[in-house]
């Protein structure tokens, strides 16, 4: 014989369910916002060394160029040699919070120098 179970009986079993299991979404969520914030950032920095590289090779400043696209706090490296410049923009991210770890995303860009101008 099987005993019927009464309506009611099992209060407070959704309450604990969601205590245990919100901690693990608000995680969850915190790590995918960490991962876009991630994408963005190496987006920028992309384009930022895009146009340093680009400005350098023109003969323009690479480091002010770069500095004006690229994320704030962001550190703008540039380098070559005569015929090829390469720029580099490094910038440290913070993940899940201030005091938590630290990301480093970096984006680099390649441009061929401009010939002298012909007088």
């Known amino acids: 014989m099987t005993r019927r179970r009464w309506p009611g009986r099992d209060r407070g079993a959704f309450t604990a369910e969601l205590a245990a299991g919100l901690p693990a979404l608000m995680l969850l969520l915190a790590a995918g916002l960490g991962a876009v914030s991630a ?4 987006g920028q920095c992309v384009d930022a060394a895009r146009e340093a590289a680009l400005a350098e ?7 002010a160029a770069g500095e004006r ?12 040699d005569s015929d090829v410049v390469t720029a580099r923009v490094r ?19 390649t441009a061929a120098r401009e010939p002298e101008a012909v007088l």
Do not use: F, Y
Request: proline share 5%; no cysteine.
């Open 39 to 42: 994408v963005a950032t190496k």
């Open 57 to 63: 090779a023109r003969g323009d400043s690479g480091a």
């Open 69 to 80: 696209v690229a994320p704030p706090g962001a550190e703008v490296e540039i380098g070559g």
């Open 91 to 109: 910038a440290r991210l913070r993940v899940l919070g201030a005091n938590l770890s630290v990301i480093t995303v970096e984006g680099t860009a």
